[in-house]
């Protein structure tokens, strides 16, 4: 990689800061400290604590702990019941495992459009790729807010389709004043240490559906029950288990468990200063027209994840690439979420091709994500705003 051009010799800062980063504090590593020393370190008080805290702050009424995000949507997918033959509607603009956790269950993803100002898929876009072999969606809640639960809900019931809900990016977001976590038929979350809350590796499904809750604990350890009336051979032998269904091990240790509750005690807080820096970037970008500010609907009360700095291509005369690179010389140094799923080099073999989503396309090339976290100091979003400004200066037509 060639060396990057600063503009005027310096850059606005010294040390590099990125566009994600975890949080962990004293009482964090207290936390695991004293699990380790206990009698169970997976499956443990931990997990249980951890699944009634969902609970809570989703509102569902159940809540699965997983071993992180992707395996969350690869359970929840298979509690839908999606197989081989069937269409399953999938964001065009997110994380792959998204559409791969389809890929898994043998189903076929099928790509939807984003609307062109919120980056959330476009309700129109999937009611016009239903056909009689759809038999769900999976809709994200990019950058944390909220996607047309109203919309999303009419289609569903209309259709008799299942709803699974990608809020990776969500924790803490309300729909109408309703969390995520109790809307959809089934949410996932992932704790990655880039997403609000951590656990490291973590990642939870939420349902309000008794017989999809049981069917995931089941299969998150391997399809083997405990529970009499799941048996085929029941018998209350102390002993006994029943493997009723392939499943896997999705298991999270408990002081992985003990991180994450920790943590989202911290929620409310984490919550807070991340919506200050938004609050920021917003009004120093929505004055210059060479940038495009997220849209947000009114009924998302949204905790935001990322942070997408749009450019406005009429206005600048340079690409996404050289205002990339460009900001990483400066030491804020951005990411881009996300090529279209359907893109990469695997999807295309399967035989999708581009052109499938024009707006996803056009996003892609003019975004990147910059530095959003809880640790980011008042300094640090200055430096991110002169660096911005700074590029924008230098490129303006
Ligand atoms: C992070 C993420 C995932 C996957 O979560 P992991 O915990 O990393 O497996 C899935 N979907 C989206 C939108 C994500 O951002």
């Given at each position: 990689m ?12 010294e ?25 169970l ?34 359970l ?6 999606f ?16 559409a ?27 009611e016009?790729?239903i056909t ?13 807010q ?15 389709l299942t709803?699974?809900?990608d809020a990776?990016h969500?924790i803490g977001?309300?729909?109408k ?20 809350v951590?656990?490291?590796?973590g990642?939870?499904?939420?349902t ?36 009723v ?9 408990d ?5 994450l ?14 919506r ?5 970037y ?13 849209r947000?609907?009114p009924?998302s ?7 997408i ?6 206005r ?15 030491n ?5 979420h ?7 080099s ?25 530095p ?26």
């Amino acid at each position: 990689m060639e060396q990057l051009a600063v503009f005027g010799g310096t850059p606005v800062r010294e040390e590099r800061i990125y566009y994600g980063r975890q949080c962990i504090e004293q009482d964090d590593i207290d936390a695991v400290a004293e699990t380790l020393r206990g009698d169970l370190i997976t499956c443990g008080p931990k997990v249980e604590a951890l699944e009634a805290k969902l609970c809570e702050v989703t509102g569902a009424k159940y809540a699965v702990v997983v071993a992180n995000g992707t395996a969350a949507l690869h359970l929840a997918a298979l509690a839908a019941g999606f197989g081989e033959g069937d269409e399953v509607i999938v964001s065009s603009i997110t994380f792959a495992a998204s559409a791969n956790c389809v890929l898994y269950c043998g189903a076929g993803p099928v790509f939807a459009d984003i609307r062109p100002d919120t980056y959330n898929i476009d309700p129109e876009s999937v009611e016009s790729l239903i056909t009689p072999r759809t038999k769900g969606i999976v809709a994200v809640d990019f950058t944390g807010q909220s996607v047309e639960h109203d919309a999303l809900g009419r289609i569903c019931r209309k259709h008799g389709l299942t709803l699974i809900e990608d809020a990776a990016h969500a924790i803490g977001t309300k729909y109408k004043g309703q969390p995520i976590g109790s809307i959809a038929d089934m949410t996932c979350f992932s704790f990655h240490p880039v997403k609000t809350v951590t656990g490291g590796e973590g990642g939870a499904i939420t349902t309000n559906n008794e017989a999809l809750y049981r069917r995931l604990m089941r299969v998150r350890t391997h399809g083997i029950t405990r529970s009499q009336d799941e048996m085929v051979h029941p018998t209350d032998a102390r002993w006994y288990n029943e493997q009723v269904e392939l499943g896997y091990n999705y298991r999270m240790t408990d002081f992985q468990a003990a991180l994450l509750l920790n943590q989202l005690h911290k929620l409310p807080r984490f919550a807070a200063r991340r919506r200050e820096i938004v609050e920021r970037y917003d009004r120093e970008f929505s004055r210059m027209p060479e940038l495009v500010v997220q849209r947000e609907i009114p009924e998302s009360d949204t905790t935001r994840h990322l942070y997408i700095l749009r450019l406005n291509p009429d206005r600048l005369k340079c690409d996404r690439r050289q205002f990339f690179d460009a900001l990483y010389a400066e030491n804020t140094c951005p990411q881009v979420h996300y090529l279209p799923v359907y893109w990469h080099s695997y999807y295309e073999k399967l035989g999708y091709r581009r052109g499938l989503c024009p707006n996803a396309e056009k996003y892609y090339e003019e975004v990147m994500s910059i530095p959003l976290y809880y640790g980011l100091t008042d300094e640090d979003v200055d430096d991110v705003v002169r660096a911005v400004k700074k590029i924008v200066d230098y490129y303006r037509v």
